[in-house]
């Protein structure tokens, strides 16, 4: 009797029956790549923003957007490509890391920030600020870095104004 009334009740409701999927086992796996594909859509890479003030140091992964409080302006952490000599190398050239950017200021623009070998100060302006910045981490010869452990830490400044506290 109870079998029958759960039946029912799962029927009205249009749910599937765990019974209905075990004795079927072609359908549960139909069934788990619909809900899959329909869950996470090809192409969506979750994305997070965080927000900064004007003179404070953050830090970025790709795909991260920053958001710069009180100025209407969003970095975005695009790519990175990185050819400077490794730890543990000897190189002729100390090379360079790239790092691709995307800045929104009420339009767009994307920018290529360029850090060369072993230099710990770079800035570039854009407009009327000044993002001082680094690659991390720096490449050792026997450890490959993964695209997703790169980390641009950035600050962005006004030069004139005095940084928010």
């Not at 599937?16 to 594909?37: C, E, I, M, Q």
């Not at 957007?65 to 975005?76: P, Y």
């Not at 100060?121 to 001082?132: D, G, H, L, P």
């Amino acid at each position: 009797m109870k079998k029958q009334l759960l039946l029912k009740q799962v029927k009205q409701n249009n749910v599937f029956h765990v019974g209905y999927l075990k004795s079927r086992p072609a359908n549960a796996g139909l069934l788990f790549g619909f809900l899959t594909l329909l869950l996470f859509p090809a192409g969506c890479v979750p994305t997070s923003q965080l927000t900064a003030n004007l003179g404070q140091q953050f830090s970025l992964s790709i795909n991260q957007t920053a958001v710069i409080s009180g100025e209407n302006l969003r970095i975005k952490f695009l790519d990175v490509n990185d050819s400077r000599c490794p730890t543990g190398a000897t190189c002729i050239w100390a090379g360079e890391a790239r790092a691709e950017i995307q800045v929104r200021d009420g339009g767009a623009a994307n920018l290529t920030l360029v850090e060369h070998g072993y230099s710990a100060n770079n800035s570039q302006r854009y407009k009327a600020y000044e993002f001082s910045f680094q690659v991390q981490p720096y490449p050792a010869l026997a450890n490959p870095i993964a695209k997703a452990e790169y980390r641009l830490i950035l600050t962005v400044e006004k030069p004139g104004e005095a940084p928010v506290e």
